[in-house]
């Protein structure tokens, strides 16, 4: 399987402010892609598709000595990331000690299939997100909960019942800047196809991978009568178009 190429330059990322206007990302010394850089993207746009589309992120924190990285929900509001868990929570509370972590969102949007097990790939969008995350409290923290909510399911805050005071005090909220950041996708056939395995009478192509929503199937426990609101009946009906790629969006598995 091949990995993220050897020997690639670095291209042209410049740790800097490159627009004034927002819509191009800043980018650091940290955040500089090295394997790959032609697979960056420095449009706010894109980040804002794919932190958008998805919702599970990978919460990477330093747990003494080692690193612990753990699969969490989140939420988006403008250049602000939340997240949340119980207070209990090993990776939330070590998170919660103004130390530096890592949150990455990962879309897969398919196989890559090539003619040489060197050159087989993945096809994704993915997002690294660098910093301290800031505790938050009080409104700051129910607000923040219901961005996460409305994140995953939306139009479920005004459906559901609301966390109490107790439940609240059980939850550690916490808000991640949007500051530091990197965007990074791959799509396209595989790299074989410009080279000399081009004439091995193998298959090559991408298996597309969906994500598909099932119809919602009901509690055992839920009240006779009961029905599925109208807000659920549209999150099934647009999961798909939510994790879509854009189809605009120009391959970069090979150079054309
Ligand atoms: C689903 C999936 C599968 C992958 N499979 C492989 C694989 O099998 N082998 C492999 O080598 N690589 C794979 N990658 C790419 C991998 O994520 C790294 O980009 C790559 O390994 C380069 O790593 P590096 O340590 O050299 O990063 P560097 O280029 O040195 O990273 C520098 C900075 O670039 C940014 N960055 C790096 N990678 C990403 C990323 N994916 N998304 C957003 N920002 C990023 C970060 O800010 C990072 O601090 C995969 C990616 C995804 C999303």
Not at 116 to 123: G, I, L, Y
Not at 138 to 155: D, I, M, N, Y
Not at 178 to 201: N, T, Y
Request: hydrophobic fraction near 40%; include cysteine; proline fraction near 7%.
């Amino acid at each position: 399987m091949r990995g993220d190429g050897v020997g690639v330059s670095a291209g042209e990322q410049v740790p800097t402010e490159t627009r004034g206007d927002g819509m191009v990302l800043r980018v650091t010394e940290r955040t500089r892609l090295r394997r790959m850089p032609e697979r960056v993207s420095l449009e706010r746009r894109d980040l804002e598709e794919i932190l958008d589309a998805g919702f599970v992120c990978h919460l990477g924190v330093l747990d003494g000595d080692a690193p612990l990285v753990l699969p969490t929900v989140y939420g988006r509001d403008g250049d602000r990331l939340y997240v949340h868990g119980s207070v209990a929570s090993r990776s939330l509370r070590t998170a919660r000690a103004e130390r530096p972590v890592c949150v990455t969102v990962t879309l897969v949007d398919g196989i890559v299939v090539a003619r040489s097990v060197f050159e087989h790939s993945v096809n994704y969008r993915s997002v690294v997100v660098l910093g301290v995350p800031e505790v938050l409290e009080g409104e700051e923290k129910v607000a923040a909960l219901r961005v996460l909510t409305e994140h995953v399911v939306h139009g479920q805050w005004d459906y559901a019942r609301r966390p109490t005071r107790q439940e609240l005090a059980q939850t550690t909220v916490l808000a991640l800047d949007l500051g530091e950041v990197s965007v990074k996708m791959r799509s396209g056939p595989s790299e074989d196809g410009d080279g000399p395995d081009a004439a091995l009478p193998v298959w090559a192509g991408e298996i597309p991978l969906r994500v598909v929503a099932s119809p919602p199937v009901a509690d055992p426990a839920l009240l006779p009568g009961v029905a599925v609101p109208a807000h659920l009946e549209s999150v099934v009906a647009g999961m798909s178009a939510r994790f879509a790629p854009r189809p605009s969006r120009p391959a970069s598995g090979r150079a054309r």
